[in-house]
């Protein structure tokens, strides 16, 4: 693991306070942010606006997930995410931008993933080695159980990428709550709570949320535009409906566990303990 980047384990998130003078601190684990390598920036400028509306968006460490595999291939390689990385977090220190990036990735879904994996060709997020963020094609259901079991013989836990905006996936609930049951974390998109991301989406986050199903919220921003990041709104909105505990659990508790390698707290596991 190359540790010249900063080490963001080192953050810590404090969200959950609503005095204006508090500065918030929450942990983005989804985030299209390095220049060139996807569909996210397209030059150092354009990382450099977002990572701008991500600080002013309450985030104090990002974990940089450009796609991997998929229609993007090998385009982007570890070492490449990684060098850019590097680059980036250079440049936001030389513009005073107070954000830490980490490498990651969002690995599309292959019949390689364990291999490549093992071969160092693809990202766990936080280039830790234990979370890996999975993203579903969104045309056709397919059954992940034997990926799940395969990559928990390698100690690594699976992260799903937005299933709210899935339609097959949402289609196939059992097998969801199979997944759950091993261990898999769903991760809704911030912008998805907030309707930005269209009614179905909406719908499908708020069922997840409410469930106790999705345990981590994050950006995946390409962008500073209006579905950018929205952390802080979309925590003041789980916040009112959900109460604090649920908001805290998955816009900062979990997404800091990504950092450290712990397992993620199922919000479940959370409202069975609180009944209690
Ligand atoms: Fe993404």
Request: proline share 7%.
């Amino acid at each position: 693991m190359n540790m010249r980047y900063p080490d963001p384990h080192k953050m810590k998130a404090s969200p959950g306070g609503s005095a204006p003078h508090r500065r918030v601190s929450f942990i983005d684990v989804h985030c299209h942010c390095l220049p060139g390598l996807d569909d996210g920036p397209r030059s150092c400028r354009e990382t450099v606006a977002l990572c701008r509306s991500l600080t002013r968006d309450g985030i104090g460490a990002v974990v940089a997930t450009p796609h991997q595999l998929g229609r993007f291939g090998r385009s982007a390689g570890p070492d490449v995410i990684r060098h850019a990385v590097e680059q980036v977090n250079g440049a936001l220190a030389q513009e005073g931008i107070d954000l830490c990036i980490a490498p990651g990735a969002e690995v599309r879904l292959d019949e390689r993933v364990s291999t490549l994996l093992a071969e160092d060709a693809i990202l766990t997020l936080a280039d830790r080695h234990r979370h890996l963020l999975l993203e579903l094609p969104e045309d056709a259901f397919i059954d992940i159980e034997p990926l799940i079991v395969e990559l928990a013989g390698l100690d690594v836990d699976l992260i799903l990428a937005h299933p709210e905006r899935n339609a097959p996936l949402m289609a196939h609930g059992q097998a969801l709550w199979r997944w759950l049951n091993y261990g898999v974390t769903l991760q809704l998109t911030a912008g998805s709570l907030l309707g930005y991301l269209g009614r179905a989406a909406a719908q499908n986050a708020w069922w997840l949320l409410t469930k106790g199903w999705a345990a981590v919220i994050a950006t995946d921003a390409h962008d500073p535009g209006p579905a950018g990041p929205c952390m802080t709104a979309a925590f003041a909105m789980i916040q009112s409906r959900l109460g604090v505990s649920v908001a805290n659990l998955v816009c900062s508790g979990n997404p800091a566990r990504v950092l450290s390698m712990e397992r993620i707290r199922s919000p479940l596991l959370q409202q069975r303990q609180e009944v209690r």
